[in-house]
């Protein structure tokens, strides 16, 4: 099991870990700082820093059996022994963006009431499809609706409820392809007061303010339940 510190705190940059199992192109580590691929969010980049100066790239960041996190590094890199102490740290740049748009898209959950079918996000963009007829997907408003909360400067909470509760109000899961992890007691989820509540494990900022304005970059269909709406920074 590897200690999750990014679930606790998202705006951690680095932590002090041991290398408990590594093989060709594989770390993992008993605590990290990486998110790993899930939810639509990518995994993390980085590197791992031993004592001795020697850096090896985290090229991503993936799950791995039960609850570890495997951090992926070149097949060719020197791996670290077990019991090696190392200092994870993320391209925070990276991360703080997909933060951004992770929050972003919760919010576009809000502003396009209908049911979820998909998503993604990377540095640049991110998107979410949605079951909904085009006609009544409207860029410009879409676009101030999204802006107009991002400004209301609202605060983001993390917090759970068990599975009981979940089951009781299944309205909280926005997405209709995946389902959040069932049998732990509980489910962790996301709050912006008044706008927005769901399960989710990805790492988000305190406030939507953080997130700047941003643009509807296009909208288009995928299929018939399929109407993608894509979203980026305006200062891009």
């Not at 985290?58 to 059996?65: A, C, D, F």
């Not at 408003?141 to 599975?163: F, P």
Request: with cysteine; net charge negative.
């Amino acid at each position: 099991m590897t200690e999750l510190v990014f679930r606790d705190d998202a705006y951690a940059k680095a932590c002090e870990a041991v290398v408990v199992a590594a093989a060709p192109g594989r770390i993992v580590l008993d605590r990290s700082v990486f998110y790993p691929t899930g939810g639509g969010q990518p995994g993390d980049t980085g590197s791992l820093l031993q004592a001795g100066g020697t850096q090896i790239a985290v090229l991503g960041t993936v799950k791995g059996e039960g609850e570890t996190i495997v951090h992926l590094v070149d097949e060719a890199a020197a791996l670290p022994a077990v019991g090696t102490h190392v200092t994870a740290r993320i391209d925070w740049d990276r991360r703080y963006r997909l933060m951004r748009f992770h929050t972003a898209l919760h919010l576009l959950c809000a502003v396009v009431a209908a049911p979820v079918t998909g998503g993604k996000m990377s540095e640049d963009k991110a998107h979410l499809d949605f079951d909904i007829e085009m006609d009544q997907l409207v860029a410009e408003a879409i676009e101030a609706q999204l802006n107009a909360l991002i400004a209301a400067d609202t605060a983001v909470h993390c917090g759970a409820i068990t599975d009981a509760e979940l089951d009781a109000n299944p309205g909280l899961v926005k997405t209709m392809s995946v389902q959040p992890p069932r049998g732990q007691g509980s489910v962790r989820t996301i709050e912006i007061p008044g706008v927005d509540l769901q399960p989710c494990g990805g790492t988000h900022v305190r406030r939507t303010g953080e997130i700047g304005a941003m643009v509807v970059a296009r909208i288009r269909s995928e299929g018939k339940r399929n109407k993608r709406v894509t979203i980026a920074f305006a200062d891009a």
